[in-house]
Structure formats: C-alpha cells, structure tokens
C-alpha cells in the first residue's frame, strides 16, 4: 500500500531553524554552562571585562557565594579566578535542581602590562569586581601644546 504525504513546507523550515538554533547553541552558549561539569570538572564562569585609560576591570555575578570560596591569582599575564559554589542542601530529595552549583573557573591572558601587586577585589551583594591597574609604561600621556 503507498501513502501519499502532503507536502508542508513550513513544518520543514521550522525543523531547519531549530536545528540550526541547536548548532548555534553547541558551538556558542553551552560550553561552560550545567553540562560542561560532567566533562571538565569545572563551570566556565561568566565575566564581564572592559579596560579604562588606567584599569582593567573584571565582573563576575556569583549570587550565594561566600568571600571565603573566592580564590584569584595573578601570575605574570594570567589572571585565574576559582569560586566554589556549595550545594545548597544536603540530605534532601530534590523534586528538581535547576540552579548549577560546583566549582566555577577561568583564566584570561592580560594584552597589557598590569601592576598585579596593586588589584583590588570588591563583592558586593553577590557582585565580584576585580580593579586591575595598568603598568605606568602603557597609561595615555597628555601633553597640552601650549600657544605663543
């Protein structure tokens, strides 16, 4: 017996988007996130960075975390942020869990000079801001031109 299919051309493009929305998912936002731990042993933790004339400034939202499960190193260029975010309970049957606990991590490579003796780490209500001087060689010079 042979079955005749209509033909529905938008069901199609639909499937076609969503794939193509898995594709750009796999390759730009899942890694680092809940499933990158069973892999790696470590979440990618999210950062905000932007550089001023005299700074670099690093931004992390770690909601939970204690001051205490922040650790930050500067060894020459390499800045390595490690936050430990406890579980929440123990002891208990979770119904479902849906917010990611664990060991959150990353490394950047400074493209600048910093004076890593003088940064300073700020948390604040579940903020971290890490303030990153630039070396004194790579700062702006103004010179003012005088008239005469």
Request: negative net charge.
């Amino acid at each position: 017996m042979t079955s005749v299919v209509r033909w529905r051309p938008m069901r199609d493009l639909v499937t076609l988007r969503e794939a193509m929305d898995r594709l750009v998912a796999d390759s730009f936002v899942r890694p680092g996130w809940v499933g990158e731990r069973e892999r790696q042993g470590a979440i990618r933790l999210p950062l905000d960075v932007y550089s001023t004339p005299e700074e670099l400034v690093i931004i992390a939202s770690v909601p939970g975390v204690n001051p205490e499960d922040v650790d930050i190193s500067i060894e020459g260029d390499n800045l390595h942020i490690k936050i430990e975010h406890k579980e929440p309970l123990e002891n208990v049957e979770y119904i479902f869990q849906e917010r990611p606990y664990g060991i959150y991590e990353r490394t950047l490579t400074f493209n600048v000079p910093v004076q890593a003796d003088k940064a300073e780490a700020v948390f604040e209500q579940g903020v971290l801001t890490l303030t990153v001087p630039k070396a004194e060689e790579i700062k702006p010079k103004i010179i003012k031109v005088k008239a005469k």
